[in-house]
């Protein structure tokens, strides 16, 4: 089935939602979710609308006249159209759980997404690239090669009509100006339950201070290290007798699982950023 996906917010006020299920209802749309949440604490309003697309109006037409209405009640909105299936890139380094596990859920139909391109700054994952038919393009990273380096990764990204950017475990700070141009567009999994344990090493350093829950992070990435708006964590609980090798291997299936539902999230049109938070709509609407 077509549908027509949007995610709206705004200033909370009155008659939002029969203003909004309204104008579809009007033109003939039969609307399959709706999911609202209302941020009583700053007064804001979100929406999740999924409507079927029967045609009723062309996709142009049918954005002049919702922008219109948005206009009017002074919405912040997008739209997406289910027909047509998002384009991720995997970025990557040596690591190979996370991007395997995503490129296993592509195969198995399981994340509604092509995943056309891999890019590692390391040749070790080109076998893994090739069991799945995928292009791999390795990309040699130095300090002093940095801002080349990315203008390749941009240009891989043009070519390859790219929706969306996973670091699945890939090493590397992105510069402010690459994570600027792909505002909202660029995921990462941090190997630590942040705000906890930032940086290098997380689970070195959850080792050291002997605690009892380790987990995982999945992000949009900014400017500023693993300070961007999260989508998706989970825990596991350890014990004192786990080595720093025991919390990593526990980490691996953790960091699989969260980076799957926030790329799952994202693709489904079920996400949308408010400052430094994300609201996150429920799975299966």
């Known amino acids: 089935m077509k549908a027509i996906v949007l995610l709206i917010q705004c200033a909370d006020q009155k008659g939002l939602l029969a203003g909004i299920t309204g104008f579809f209802a009007e033109r003939g749309y039969n609307i399959l979710h709706c999911q609202q949440y209302?941020?009583?604490?700053?007064?804001?309003?979100?929406?999740?609308?999924?409507?079927?697309?029967?045609?009723q109006l062309p996709h142009e037409i049918l954005h002049q006249?919702?922008?219109?209405?948005?206009?009017?009640?002074?919405?912040?909105?997008?739209?997406?159209f289910t027909d047509v299936p998002y384009r991720v890139a995997l970025l990557v380094t040596r690591a190979s759980h996370c991007p395997y596990d995503l490129l296993l859920r592509e195969l198995e139909?399981?994340?509604?997404?092509?995943?056309?391109?891999?890019?590692?700054?390391?040749?070790?994952?080109?076998?893994?690239?090739?069991?799945?038919?995928?292009?791999?393009?390795h990309l040699p990273i130095t300090k002093e090669t940095k801002q080349q380096q990315e203008a390749q990764i941009r240009s891989l990204l043009s070519e390859y009509q790219i929706d969306l950017v996973v670091m699945a475990r890939y090493m590397q700070i992105l510069s402010e100006q690459f994570v600027k141009e792909f505002t909202g567009k660029v995921i990462n999994i941090h190997h630590g339950f942040l705000p906890a344990f930032q940086g290098a090493k997380p689970y070195h350093q959850a080792y050291e201070r002997g605690v009892k829950l380790i987990g995982a992070t999945a992000h949009y990435a900014t400017a500023e290290l693993d300070e961007g708006p999260i989508i998706e964590q989970d825990v596991e609980r350890v014990r004192h007798d786990n080595s720093p090798a025991d919390l990593v291997m526990i980490g691996k299936d953790i960091e699989r699982l969260v980076l799957a539902r926030a790329v799952k999230a994202h693709i489904e049109h079920r996400i949308i950023v408010s400052g430094r938070r994300t609201i996150v709509f429920a799975e299966g609407a």
Request: one cysteine or more.
């Open 65 to 80: 006249q919702f922008n219109l209405l948005a206009q009017t009640m002074k919405l912040t909105w997008s739209v997406h």
């Open 109 to 137: 139909g399981e994340l509604k997404c092509e995943i056309p391109v891999i890019i590692g700054n390391h040749p070790e994952l080109e076998n893994m690239a090739r069991q799945f038919n995928k292009p791999f393009y």
């Open 38 to 55: 209302t941020d009583t604490e700053h007064g804001r309003y979100f929406m999740r609308l999924k409507v079927e697309d029967e045609a």
